[in-house]
């Protein structure tokens, strides 16, 4: 035995304590035996420490030998206790404490009899140890954190084991208990390894023993133990709990958070306390209570997902959150309950169907969160009915002659039937009870509250002769269709003063006395309104809404009769507005009878037939189409000039009228006739012109010359002639930085056109049309100038109302829209602030906001009071935002669209539909992640530490998108701790029964703050076929050609492609159709093919530019000189006689060179800019 004296002097001392055993150690005279440091006091020996902590095993012996300095003799001394180092405070620091690299250790001392508090504590090395039977003890976290310790032998001798003295001994499979083992305090055992245990049958109390041993899946509980006391909280493997005896008497919280337990069919008949025993375990479908058990305690089976039933017969008393958010439970027995606490015990039983209740139980508390309860039974006994709240399939609530008092009822959507008994004393709110449509307050009633938002209610029925009394700021607020209000007779003057602050705009009736009722049967084409029935001189007001398709009559055409009398409006008897439908008639005495037509909006005509001459039958024009305007007729070589055609209309409505008759007469003259027919609506709202043109067979069409004076515009479509009697319709497009004209100048001949009689210019489409050409045309149109958002990308840009912008000092108009679809649009710094409130939106098309950063000063702000909706279009980059106002970011097409580098610092209202934008900052912070399964899908949301938030699930349809699940909220109290963020972080889930497009749109609100943002997902349910979302693709009726598939509306799936083509008719087949959709021209392919690849929405195609071809006369040919145009991207030349023509490319480089002969040419070249050369002329031309 290695034996080293420490007489070295104090300071020589402290050195090697702070060096050897922690800077906090008090100084001592120690001896150093084989690497441990002793104190030596008369025979016995106290280990201190380990002189060196980097220590890798060690022997605890029983005795050491040292030997006397000043006697210089050996003296044994027994080691009969572990003493740890005394540090600051008074405190010990356990003898082997953070010895990290420690792996063994012997105790061959048989003279201690405790291993002392946090002996070993720390020891991660430490790989096994034995405990001899001569230790009486195991301290308080002795071996707390060995991560490494796998075997443990626990000596017979040990009848008491401390706080933690194992915990965290991850590394620990299996530990047997000896018998002589009374007492386990606390977590001994907690967080360990475990999948093996056996417990001491001497302990009659377990506290956390074993608590988070998450590998162990099976347990025996002793005989003799009385008391489970959270012992396997969190064993989240553990499946089957064996109980031997019958001791047992409380399960406090013992297996809170198994997650794998799935039934509990065995608890011993002495169990009598199990308060949390179960909260948490998700899996756990069945228990069998005790006979014994007549209390469930607090929390008992709170968020057992699964629980499917349960027998509560022998229970007598509930407490709080008992069974909360017991989602799959179908039916709640309370047959036999006398006492339930408070309404958590239910709270959020979404599952729950039925409910029965005691009749012993005098309170019952609310019913918050039932959504699915449908049936409630109330006995005779209960006094205090708690309320109901969200219970949305609860159709009747009747409460028995016991009940004195009713909470509130709230979100009860399809509740029809409402009956109090005639004790009840008070009754809380009545908000949004959708179909509640009547209901009686009996006359034992004193005090209500809140009847708000019940959108069907009509009548309610007070039978108490002094008025109820509404606490302060409440009242009957229905918000519009208020209902009508029977009172007591003799009571109206003492209602109408009691509650005239609570419901000042109430009809009070008193009953017994007859209303009048309101009689409208005289109505056509107009929609019933809502009051049926008026009480005595009081006002009738009410709202017109005529049918689609129809306006409201003048003033003059409408009939108001009270009784016998009819009520003349120029007397001011009663008011209407033609523009909203508003009618009020102030003084109701007698039955109401209102007769009115809605005026119809069509403005088509049924048929039209013509006949030659008075005597002649009558033809109907073949193939009428009713929106088909223009009709040609070819008459027989034999009918003579002078022949008089009568031509009729017949009107699709019978209140639309024809100018300048039904019937209109023309004459034929050189071969040729033509007529019109105007119909003007019955409500005068819209016009339409019918042609019908009249040639005899072989007769050469008359045509007339198109002359265009026009600055800044393109007309796409444009021709040079037009067909006599035919219609010109003509499409402006502005230059880039223009904007369209307010009016266009149009002459016919020497004939100045008066725009709304002779031609339609509508500015909005840019659509010109000219009917019924009788002469040569020509056409004035300018574009207006108009400055785009500039590209600045350090400058900073302010929106400002009607259209302006301020960049700097200057201050310019702008078409409503920032960038475009070419290019991209740079902006340093964006401010939104139009100086309204009035909602306005700005397209943003390839719009990149700021340098990309997404913290720093804002790069992008909606001051207060602003409300901006923002459509994208393309790739766009917001940057950081700020918003006080309200910003709404929406998606203008569905296809090619990208949001990068934004954050939203939100401090007032923000949503976003695009699913783009995923981090909200601000007091109602958002952050959302998403996870798709199979066809189960859950959303995360990570918020802020205060927070409601509320998830709503969507499918898309043909229709639109719908509901597919209640919606959730979640608020503050009900998350977990974010992993990914500050805060806290909630999430939902939901699990597709078919395949298709879903969505999520989750909202944070807190206070007037609210931030809402989507996620998206497409779902195909394994084994299904995948439920198609359909599109219709729309190809227009032409004149001229025909397509292929036809005209009409066509259903194609999302995200499939749709192909057309055109043909055209022989006598339109020099025409260049121009074929666009959602503005942008496309091309056929090869074959002449059109393809719109990746259906993602609705789709209107639009074809233009088809016009009848046309032959010009020798003489005219002869008087033409050479011209070169372009129109539709075809390159035209004329020429009198044959020439050589050469196209240069605009770098002078020889494209192509041709002979033409005379008459007119086409060339197909690409896009670009050319030189055409004829002879020793030269023309510049844009294709």
Known sequence: MKTRVHHLGLRLLLIVLVLMIGKDAKPGNFIEVDGLLYDLAADWAFLI??????????????????????????????????????????????????????????????????????????????????????????????????????????????????????????????????????????????????????????????????????????????????????????????????????????????????????????????????????????????????????????????????????????????????????????????????????????????????????PKAKKVPAFYGCTNIDTIYIPSGVEQLGGFNGCKKLRTINCPATVTS????????????????????????????????????????????????????????????????????????????????????????????????????????????????????????????????????????????????????????????????????????????????????????????????????????????????????????????????????????????????????????????????????????????????????????????????FRRTGLTPITYSVTYEKSHIMIPDSVERVLAMDTLRLHLV?????????????????????????????????????????????????????????????????????STFVEGNVTDKYDGSLGTEEDTTLIGKLTIDPGIAAPITIAMKNVMVGTGNTTGDPELSIPENTNVTLSLWGENRLGYVENKGTLIVVSDKDAALDIQNTVVNNRGIFADSTGLVKDVEGEASLSIQDQLGENIWTANASIGESYAVTFVWEQKTNNGWKQVKDPVVKTSGSSTKSIWRSGASVSDQFTATGSGSYRCIIKNVIGEISTTLVTYADITVKGEEPILTYYTITLPSLLGATTNPTSGSHKVAKGSDFRFSLILDKEYDQSKAIVKIDGLEIEPDIEGIYLIKNIQSDKSVMITGIQKNFTVSNTDIESMDIKVWALNGILHLYMPQGENVRILNFGGHLYKEIRTSGGETYLMIPKGTYIVLVGNRSFKIVI
Request: charged content about 20%; some cysteine.
């Open 49 to 358: 420490s380990p002189a060196d902590k980097s220590i890798t095993s060690c022997v605890i012996p029983d005795q050491i030998v040292y030997r006397d300095p000043g006697t210089n003799l050996d003296k044994t001394y027994s080691v009969t206790r572990i003493d740890g180092v005394e540090v600051a405070g008074g405190h010990r620091r356990g003898a082997f404490e953070g010895c990290s690299q420690l792996r063994k250790v012997t105790i061959q001392a048989t003279h201690i009899q405790n291993i002392p508090n946090h002996t070993f504590f720390g020891c991660s090395s430490l790989e096994d140890i034995h405990i001899p039977d001569n230790v009486l003890e195991i301290r308080d976290s002795a071996f707390a954190d060995c991560k490494s310790l796998a075997g443990v032998s626990i000596g017979s001798g040990v009848k008491r084991i401390g706080m933690d003295a194992f915990r965290g001994c991850g590394n620990l499979r299996s530990i047997k208990i000896p018998a002589n083992v009374t007492e386990m305090v606390g977590g001994v055992f907690a967080s360990c390894g475990l999948t093996s245990i056996e417990i001491s049958s001497g302990v009659k109390e377990l506290g956390k023993t074993f608590m988070d041993c998450r590998s162990l899946e099976s347990v025996t509980i002793p005989e003799n133990v009385e008391v489970l006391a959270m012992t396997f909280s969190g064993c989240t493997a553990l499946k089957t709990v064996t109980f031997k005896g019958n001791k047992l008497k409380s399960i406090n919280g013992a297996f809170k958070d198994c997650k794998s337990l799935v039934t509990m069919k065995n608890l011993p008949e002495s169990v009598t306390d199990i308060c949390y025993a179960f909260a948490g375990c998700d899996k756990l479908t069945e228990v069998i209570l005790p006979k014994n058990l007549t209390e469930i305690k607090y929390n008992a089976f709170d968020s057992c997902l699964s629980l499917s039933g349960i027998d509560l017969r022998n229970v007598k008393r509930i407490e709080e959150f008992a069974f909360r958010a017991c989602v799959s439970l179908p039916r709640l027995d309370f047959c036999e309950v006398e006492e339930i606490q408070d309404w958590s015990v239910y709270n959020g039983c979404s599952g729950v169907k039925e409910v029965v209740l005691s």
């Open 406 to 693: 009713v909470g509130n009822i709230y979100g009860c959507t399809i509740l029809e039937n409402l009956i109090f008994s005639d004790n009840t004393i008070s009754i809380g709110e009545i908000r949004d009870c959708d179909k509640l449509q009547a209901f009686v307050i009996p006359g034992s009633v004193r005090q209500m509250a809140h009847i708000e938002g019940c959108k069907s209610l009509r009548e309610i029925h007070v039978k108490a002769l002094t008025p109820p009394v509404f606490p302060t700021s409440s009242g009957i607020l229905m918000g519009g269709k208020d209902p009508i209000i029977y009172i007591p007779r003799g009571t109206k003057a003492a209602y109408e003063k009691a509650w005239s602050s609570y419901a000042p705009y109430k009809i009070f009736i008193e009953e017994g006395s007859m209303p009048f009722p309101v009689d409208y049967s005289g109505l056509k084409y107009i929609k019933k309104p809502s009051v049926d029935v008026v009480p005595d001189n009081r006002m009738l007001s009410i709202t017109l809404v005529p049918f689609e398709g129809y306006s409201l009559p003048h003033i003059s055409k409408l009939t108001i009769m009270q009784g016998d009398y009819t009520m003349d409006y120029t007397q001011s008897l009663f008011t209407y507005n033609e523009e909203t439908g508003d009618l009020v008639i102030p003084h109701i005495t007698d039955t109401v009878r209102i007769f009115a037509t809605g005026l119809s909006r069509d403005s088509t005509l049924k048929s039209i037939s013509y006949q030659l001459g008075l005597l002649a039958d009558p033809v109907e024009i073949p193939d009428f189409k009713p929106d088909k305007y223009v009709y040609e007729v070819i008459l027989p070589v034999s009918t003579a000039d002078g022949t008089e055609i009568l031509v009729k209309g017949v009107p699709g409505n019978t209140g639309a009228t024809l100018e300048p008759a039904a019937q209109v007469r023309c004459v034929m003259e050189k071969g040729a006739a033509s007529a019109r027919i105007n119909v003007i609506a019955e409500d005068a709202s819209r016009r339409s012109s019918y042609i019908v043109r």
């Open 734 to 802: 502005p230059d880039s930085g223009y904007r369209l004209p307010d009016t266009v100048s149009v002459k016919m001949g020497m004939t100045v056109l008066d725009r709304d009689s002779d031609y339609v210019y509508n500015k909005k489409k840019g659509l010109l049309t000219i009917p019924f050409i009788t002469g040569n045309v020509y056409i004035t149109a300018r574009a207006q100038y108009l400055p785009l958002i500039p590209d600045t990308s350090t400058g900073e840009i302010i929106i400002k109302s009607d």
